[in-house]
């Protein structure tokens, strides 16, 4: 590599951190203790080196149809301690719900239990091959079609697509059943609008967007629930369907959701429910009970299988009796000799509107999912959900007369606040947020949903016990002293603890720098 | 439960703050009816044993690729993960973080991306890549609804040799925006013929999508198919199921494509019965406004330090809404990690030997192959997989071997049901992890099976 | 100097049968720092509300839309070069496009600078 990889403090400046909270202290390395400076992989490397012990065989060009890789591909060497040792002081600057309390609002991050991983690594599951004949992969289908069995009773649904690698791609599941049921009722040339409430999240409208739908947007009351009479006002026979989250982004059930049901049902249309928000009602309220028609879930959030940072998720979606037909390949049945995998239109006595992704769905996912909810078992499962919900109300009821809620009354597993509490004070929602950071906490999701003033969405899970809680409202409660006391300077600068400060992303925007090249840094 | 930290008298203390009486009083919104009063029809929590018990007789019922000698391949590939790889990614500060959307405690996986950004980049010969999707088929997808947003045109043009499950997600997709698909039929057996892709291009085609190597294994120049395109104004999206290929095989980006997707699961990432993999994207600088997922961008702090930010949000769904390039939120950032890891253990040099071994041992095996009475090898190129045509229905022989406790390919018809005329024929996959004597059980079984 | 205004935010600066496109300084405040432009090329027709140009900041993204209709005689290449060059002020060389007017009558539709501030004020 280049010779200034040489310098292993690249990207510090060695400016003293903390403004005027902490000592400055400049290091010759540019590392800080325990906050390592550490480059990119790529300024580490050596030719010649390597972290795997391969034999180094030659083979001829003969079979490579003239193709054979001309130029290096540009990997830089590492011994095996050398990875090692990067990627852990990488993990080192990365918050995760093992380091501490993530209220983030709407992304459920509660605990991630290791057994599920153990699970998943099991020989006969971790190492199966998706194409191995059905006959040599029974106890998989059968772990699949168990899991199925759980999501259905847990939902009152009389079927599940398992097959959506994520909550948006579970979104496009289910819009596509209604788009084939459309079609499959002559209709779909007609019906093209879907009624989106203005708090939904982002996803909904792109989903619909990505269905060839256009989307229609439904105001909120003061109540932050869905304005009843708009929606009606807004039904037609052009109306494909709703997509609605309950409960909703704000935090609320809806509970004018069974009337929406029926009157989007009389309309000819169909009830997508957004499942993002199913922790506040496992084994307490089923959403067949409520009239959905498809609804899919998050098995990341609610069953807890890690977010990994970003993913890998998985996003089942149940169906009613009017979708069940349509849903997409591949699907199990219980054949006479053990399960089988439909995985083809051609073998499918049913309409199924396609398929999704490669394969069958998200196995891993599935394995830690239904490690959880057994572990958890049907009494485990209402526990959680009403504890998630508690430690919510907690939260707002500790926090009301210092914070402003958005929305009076019970919140199910999330509590909204908006930033009214923050007015004349220059203290922004983000400011706010950035200085919980320096307290050790992740922020709460910000600025979502947008029916609110810079929202504040805080979810604490059935994970966060009572102490844990109560240091997080006394961080709260000190702060907003400060932020009233007229010190938004504070707030500004924040965070200043952390590995990297405020970073600049408007620069990072006008100009993108997505890749390391060898010339560039 | 060892999950819930709360006592009775917690919850007993934490209603009397709320001012309420009951857990029943937080659910007051809700519709009575709606409400159950006892938990639903499933058993009751286990300890951690009973569930390891439980799951470790399901795995019991399945042949494991891991003891059973495993020609298995058609998009996933059996490669040696190493102990480094599955250890690191199961920090827990990697595992159980969310999408990295507060930078200043997010460095960690922001320069991970950015790592993994840039080495899928070098792989494949393009300028820039995503933050990984959530497999090679909807990334493959999602390709060709990008070529027809930067294109303005809704059709394109599939190369006989995509992969089948590629293929229908594809078709899904294009389905619902009413982006018309053509393809010449597939057809293992003879060489692929670049003309019966070249002929379906015409002005209104948006992209052209080949894979190589291709479904059968054969390694497919993209050259013709690109300049034929470039000179309808079409773009090429470059695909690959094996991405362990391009340590061995020229780059994509050298030979024409404007956007490459791949299967990613190769490096790093556990077979799992089909999931969760990662999605490879990357692309040209120009077109990278019209890229769908998430992309992490370098920048400085205030203190002029590099660091690392979530950028280009603009594309997405979380501002755009209907407008967005994609509905895509997640993306496959654990397996996005253990490749990246995977790939720096590796580096240049173990790539290089990685891909030589693979491509070696299927070499070895097409011959012994070839040479029992009954199988022909049908490629004239392959990188570590390859078809067979056999004296007898594949998915008959596939049961025989797996009821000799050997997994020794894919049936065609598993993947095209509809091709009569190819219930023949037999895909094989070799990897660094077959052993002679892996190989030697095969061919005899083979032979057995067909004689 | 004739300036007109549309309620999406548009300033609108005729010569002629010449008008120069631009967005107004209070639209720009809202959206932020701008990271992004896109603007229309030469020789595209628009008709009066087609989307004609793209701005977007880190956090938003927005169209420009065409505000009266007409063909394109420039798209401002600046602006896109380095979207930090946009400028609120006609007077400035941040402006989006010129168009020919095809429909002059459509410019009774806009408001003036008057109106507009009033506009405005009453949007806060």
């Known amino acids: 590599m280049s010779d200034q990889s040489r310098d292993l403090s690249q990207g510090r400046t060695n400016v003293p951190v903390g403004g005027s909270q902490a000592p400055a202290q400049q290091t010759i390395s540019g590392s800080k203790g325990l906050d390592f400076a550490e480059p990119l992989i790529f300024e580490l490397g050596e030719d010649g080196r390597t972290g795997v012990d391969l034999a180094d065989v030659k083979v001829s060009d003969n ?380 922020p709460m999701t910000m600025y979502f949903p947008l029916v609110v003033h810079g929202a504040l969405l805080m979810e604490p899970t059935e994970s966060e016990a009572k102490e844990t809680l109560d240091l997080y409202i006394k961080t709260l409660r000190g702060l907003n002293a400060r932020a009233q006391s007229g010190d938004a300077q504070f707030f500004k600068n924040a965070p200043v603890l952390t590995p990297r400060r405020r970073l600049d992303e408007t620069a990072a925007a006008r100009k993108p720098v997505l890749r390391w090249s060898p010339d560039a840094n | 439960m060892r999950y819930l930290p709360h006592t009775e008298q917690d919850r007993k203390d934490m209603l009397d703050a709320i001012g309420a009486k009951t857990v029943e009083d937080l659910y007051c919104d809700v519709p009575q009816k709606a409400l159950l009063q006892a938990p639903v029809d499933l058993p009751l929590a286990v300890g951690e044993m009973e569930v390891e018990r439980t799951f470790s007789a399901m795995a019991a019922k399945n042949l494991s690729p891991s003891i059973a000698p495993s020609f298995l391949g058609a998009g996933a590939y059996r490669h040696h993960v190493p102990a480094t790889v599955d250890y690191m990614v199961q920090r827990g500060e990697f595992l159980t973080a969310y999408t990295p959307y507060q930078p200043e405690v997010s460095q960690g996986t922001l320069q991970y991306l950015f790592e993994f950004q840039t080495q899928v980049a070098l792989l494949t010969g393009m300028e820039v890549a995503n933050a990984s999707m959530y497999d090679g088929a909807t990334a493959t997808a999602e390709a060709v609804l990008m070529a027809a947003r930067a294109t303005r045109r809704n059709r394109a043009v599939l190369a006989g040799g995509l992969h089948a499950h590629y293929f229908d997600v594809t078709k899904t997709s294009a389905h619902s925006l009413n982006i018309e698909l053509v393809h010449p039929d597939s057809d293992p057996t003879r060489p692929a013929d670049p003309a019966s892709v070249i002929d379906l291009i015409d002005d209104n085609t948006a992209c052209v999508v080949v894979q190589s190597p291709d479904m059968f294994g054969r390694i497919i120049d993209l050259r013709p198919i690109a300049e034929a395109a470039h000179a309808k104004g079409a773009l090429v999206v470059a695909v690959t199921t094996e991405i362990v290929s391009l340590g061995l095989l020229e780059a994509p980006g050298n030979l024409g494509a404007d956007i490459v997707t791949a299967e990613g699961q190769s490096l790093g990432i556990a077979l799992s019965y089909g999931g969760p993999y990662v999605g490879l994207f990357a692309t040209t600088s120009k077109l990278v406004r019209q890229m769908p997922g998430r992309v992490t961008g370098q920048t400085q702090d205030v203190e002029g330090q590099r660091g690392w930010v979530l950028t280009l949000s603009t594309r997405e769904q979380h501002i755009r809404r209907e407008k967005a390039t994609s509905n895509i939120c997640t993306n496959a950032g654990l397996c996005a990690l253990a490749f990246t890891i995977h790939a720096s253990l590796l580096g240049e040099e173990g790539l290089s030997r990685l891909a030589r071994l693979n491509h070696a041992n299927a070499c070895t095996l097409a011959d012994k192959l070839a040479a029992i009475d009954g199988v022909e090898l049908m490629n004239d190129s392959f990188f570590n997989e390859f078809t067979v045509k056999l004296s007898q229905p594949a998915e008959e022989v596939v049961e025989a071997l797996a009821k000799r406790g050997i997994l020794g390919g894919v049936p065609l018809t598993r993947l095209l049901p509809d091709r009569n005329d190819l219930k023949n024929y037999m895909l094989v996959a070799v990897t660094e992890t077959n052993t002679d004597a892996d190989m030697t059980a095969l061919v005899q079984a083979l032979e057995e099976i067909l004689s | 100097m004739s300036l007109k205004f549309t309620k999406d935010h548009e300033w609108i600066n005729l010569d002629g049968d010449i008008a120069t496109v631009g967005v107004t300084a209070y639209a720009l405040g809202q959206l932020g720092d701008l990271v992004f432009v896109e603007v229309p090329d030469e020789g595209r027709m628009l008709s009066k509300g087609d989307e004609a140009a793209v701005v977007e900041s880190v956090k938003a993204a927005s169209e420009v839309y065409a505000p009266v209709s007409g063909e394109v005689i420039e798209g401002n290449a600046g602006i896109a070069d380095d979207p930090a060059t946009v400028s609120g002020d006609p007077a400035e060389d941040g402006w989006f496009f010129k168009i020919r007017l095809s429909d002059p009558s459509e410019l009774d539709d806009l408001m003036d600078e008057e109106e507009y501030d009033v506009y405005v004020e009453s949007l806060d």
């Not at chain 1, 009843?228 to 989250?245: E, H, N, Q, R, S």
């Not at chain 1, 999704?356 to 996912?365: A, D, F, I, R, S």
Request: aromatic share 8%; proline share 6%; with cysteine.
């Open chain 1, 63 to 442: 079979r490579l149809g003239g193709l054979r890789r001309k130029d290096k591909v540009g990997l830089p060497g590492l011994s095996e301690p050398q990875v090692v040792r990067h990627y852990t002081r990488l993990s080192q600057k990365n918050y995760g719900i093992d380091s501490g309390f993530y209220p983030l609002g709407s992304c459920t991050m509660k605990h991630n239990p290791r057994v599920n991983e153990k699970i998943a690594r099991l020989k006969g599951l971790g190492d199966l091959h998706p194409m191995q004949p059905t006959s040599t992969a029974q106890g998989a289908l059968e772990l699949i079609d168990t899991l199925a069995h759980w999501i259905k009773t847990l939902c009152a649904m009389p079927a599940v697509a398992m097959s959506p690698a994520a909550g948006a791609h579970g979104e496009l599941c289910g819009m596509m059943a209604i788009k084939a049921a459309l079609e499959d009722r002559g209709e779909a040339d007609v019906r093209k609008r879907v009624l989106v409430p203005e708090s939904a999240h982002g996803t909904n409208p792109a989903t619909a967007a990505a269905c060839g739908f256009s989307v229609d947007s439904i105001p909120a009351t003061e109540r932050g629930r869905v304005d009843f009479a708009a929606f009606k006002a807004k039904l037609g026979p052009d109306v494909a369907g709703i997509m609605l989250t309950n409960p909703n982004t704000c935090g609320l059930f809806e509970n004018e959701v069974i009337e929406i049901a029926d009157a989007i049902h009389d309309a000819g249309g169909y009830f997508y429910c957004d499942g993002a928000n199913f922790n506040a009602i496992v084994g307490r309220v089923r959403p067949g009970d409520l009239g959905i028609d498809c609804m899919h879930l998050n098995l990341h959030k609610t069953f807890s299988t890690p977010h990994g940072g970003g993913g890998p998720g998985a996003g089942p979606v149940v169906l009613s009796e009017a979708l069940a037909p349509f849903a997409p390949l591949p699907y199990i049945v219980h054949g006479k000799d053990g399960f089988d995998l439909v995985e083809h239109k051609a073998d499918s006595d049913a309409k199924p509107f396609g398929r999704l992704k490669g394969y069958h769905g998200q196995m891993g996912v599935f394995i830690r999912a239904l490690a959880f909810m057994m572990s958890h078992g049907a009494d485990g499962l209402r526990q959680a959900s009403s504890d998630a919900v508690l430690n919510a109300n907690y939260l707002r009821a500790e926090l009301q007369d210092q914070m402003s809620v958005s929305f009076d009354g019970m919140c199910m597993h999330e509590v909204l606040f908006d930033d009214h509490f923050l007015k004349d004070t220059g203290v922004t929602t983000l400011d706010f947020a950035k200085a919980m950071i320096d307290e050790g906490f992740h």
